[in-house]
């Protein structure tokens, strides 16, 4: 690998869509078997979901969550068999549920664990919406102190702070109404309601923690190999009980990304790899620094370029 610095980026919801991966699946071989690994862990067809399922069905978040991971962690294989080497990037960081895909990138999770307890975290996720009814919105155009003085009066909560002026709430959706009027009264040029299952890095997801917590202490973690930028810290961490407590502590509580970006280019990270689905990621990373370089691999042609430019 080059000397230059790098970091693997790793989606969470809403990068879904039908038929994501079937390519990697069709061309690569150890993308195929992760495929194939997620199925046999999971004892059912996530891989039939992923290339056949609806939109409704794959949008359910206990579909969406392993399917995500899934095709990242395919495509991150993709990549360590065309190079013929393990692939470690400077850095490594998630989108919420992407953070567990960043963790099996840096040596902290297997594969089996990181299916095993992301399909965990979305049936939980899942109740948890069914129990406290919600939903999200963006808030477009105004900085995060607004937004939350926003959230302070119409009881709803910080979720993502994804750009300075991109910022995601979480509540019910009465007060969701109220907060997207008010923002747009301070100013906002957009509040829009988000098509998502529920009230994500809230306290509506309080139902979950316990279990989830019980499901996290159970999982077998290694001290990371390269460091994770954690999401409710924006700082780097590579000790197994800090990203068992960073994955507790996530569920409920705000993703710094804007934060988490910031903190790998003032550490001199020159290149950002998105791995996994969509483009989401790439996206809000421009948004951020418009001079970021930003690259994508989620289909075998991508995996191709990347062995090329780093070979």
């Known amino acids: 690998m080059k000397k230059d610095k790098v ?24 993308a195929r078997e992760v495929f194939q690994e997620a199925d046999d862990i999971l004892g059912r067809k996530l891989s039939q979901v992923i290339f056949e399922g609806s939109k409704e069905e794959l949008t359910r978040t206990e579909n969406a969550q392993p399917s995500i991971a899934t095709v990242s962690i395919a495509a991150w294989r ?35 664990e990181t299916i095993d307890l992301v399909s965990k975290r979305g049936e939980l996720m899942e109740k948890a919406c069914n129990d406290s009814p919600g939903g999200m919105s963006a808030i477009i155009g105004i ?26 709430i979480a509540g019910t959706k009465e007060n969701l109404v109220n907060a997207m009027d008010l923002a747009s009264r301070l100013g906002a040029k957009k509040a829009i309601p988000l098509p998502v299952g529920g009230a994500f890095h809230s306290a509506l997801m309080s139902s ?19 460091p994770i930028v954690a999401n409710t810290s924006a700082e780097a ?13 996530q569920l409920q509580n705000c993703v710094l990304w804007s934060d988490s970006i910031n903190y790998m280019i003032d550490e001199n990270v020159e290149t950002f790899y998105e791995i996994g689905p969509g483009s989401v990621l790439s996206g809000m ?14 289909n075998y042609n991508q995996v191709l370029d990347y062995v090329e430019s780093r070979s």
């Not at 980026?9 to 071989?29: E, H, R, T």
């Not at 490594?92 to 960043?102: D, F, K, N, P, V």
């Not at 900085?143 to 995601?168: F, M, R």
């Open 7 to 30: 970091a693997f980026l790793f989606p969470g919801q809403a990068s879904q869509a039908p038929g994501m991966g079937l390519d990697l699946y069709k061309n690569s071989i150890a």
């Open 78 to 112: 993709a990549i360590e068999s065309e190079m013929g080497s393990i692939q470690l990037p400077n850095y490594t960081a998630g989108h919420s549920l992407g953070e567990y895909s960043s963790l099996a990138t840096a040596g902290s999770l297997s594969i089996k």
């Open 143 to 168: 900085d995060s102190d607004a937004v939350k003085g926003v959230c302070e009066e119409t009881g709803t909560y910080l979720s993502n702070i994804n750009t300075s002026n991109q910022i995601i």
């Open 208 to 226: 979950a923690q316990e279990e989830l917590n019980t499901v996290i202490d159970d999982a077998n973690f290694e001290d990371a190999v390269v």
């Open 237 to 249: 961490i590579t000790d197994k009980n800090l990203v068992r407590e960073e994955l507790k502590t």
């Open 285 to 298: 990373l421009k948004r951020i620094d418009s001079n970021l370089n930003v690259k994508n691999i989620g």
